[in-house]
């Protein structure tokens, strides 16, 4: 974790884009309409960190985009404690009903944390919303999970289990999105993953968190730009 002396602010993060990026790396941007789907990570629960504010990442990613795309419309149909076929059964048609051209889809989070993870029925699951979503011709982006056992704030008889749980998630994730041509956040690999982003209930993304995700969110899509 960092030193509480010398913990960066929103100002100056290193990992964070400097003022006017984003409007630089999605100047092609075409999306006006963006939909969120998932449960809690997709929702965008959080917690204050002090030089941070305190807003989800979908919020903020909201204030990005209309940076290039002023009249974007949002919905976050996301929500706490659901399961990946309860976001399917719940979230899809109204996403689709609100025919957007850019996706997030957040799902499988809570699968994982259950004492039987049956991660080739929650693949199944999150294939079932992505597919559909793609049909229409939206972008889709997933993203793999930071490894929130590198916080204090997890019990040290769930850490291996659950670090094993979320590598072969996140990296599950991947591959569906490769396969089905969604852009992906390989958030495991950021070096983030070991400061302190995390809030205290052991399970989610503080601010600082939220604003890290929300940049690479950004970059992977500038990525998807460029390599169109």
């Not at 990992?15 to 006017?20: K, R, V």
């Not at 790396?25 to 998932?38: E, H, I, M, S």
């Not at 809030?199 to 601010?207: K, M, Y």
Request: hydrophobic letters at 40%; one cysteine or more.
């Amino acid at each position: 974790m960092t030193d509480t002396a010398n913990r960066p602010t929103e100002a100056d993060d290193p990992y964070l884009l400097s003022a006017g990026e984003t409007a630089r790396v999605l100047a092609d941007a075409p999306w006006k309409r963006l939909a969120v789907v998932g449960d809690s990570g997709a929702e965008g629960v959080t917690e204050a960190f002090e030089g941070y504010r305190c807003l989800p990442w979908g919020e903020r990613f909201v204030e990005e985009l209309r940076t290039v795309q002023p009249d974007l419309a949002f919905v976050n149909l996301g929500l706490r404690n659901l399961f990946a076929a309860q976001v399917r059964e719940t979230q899809l048609a109204p996403a689709l009903e609100f025919r957007p051209d850019l996706a997030v889809v957040f799902s499988g989070g809570n699968d994982m944390l259950q004492r039987h993870f049956d991660i080739d029925a929650v693949e199944s699951e999150l294939e079932r919303v992505i597919v559909p979503l793609r049909e229409t011709g939206c972008t889709v982006l997933t993203s793999g999970l930071f490894d929130i056992t590198n916080s204090p704030y997890v019990e040290e008889r769930y850490r291996k289990p659950m670090s094993e749980r979320i590598a072969a998630w996140s990296e599950r994730t991947k591959q569906v999105a490769a396969r089905l041509g969604a852009v992906h956040v390989d958030l495991p690999r950021h070096p983030a993953g070991t400061e302190e982003i995390y809030s205290t209930d052991g399970l989610h993304l503080n601010a600082r968190g939220q604003a890290i995700l929300c940049t690479e969110i950004v970059r992977s899509l500038a990525g998807h730009l460029q390599a169109r």
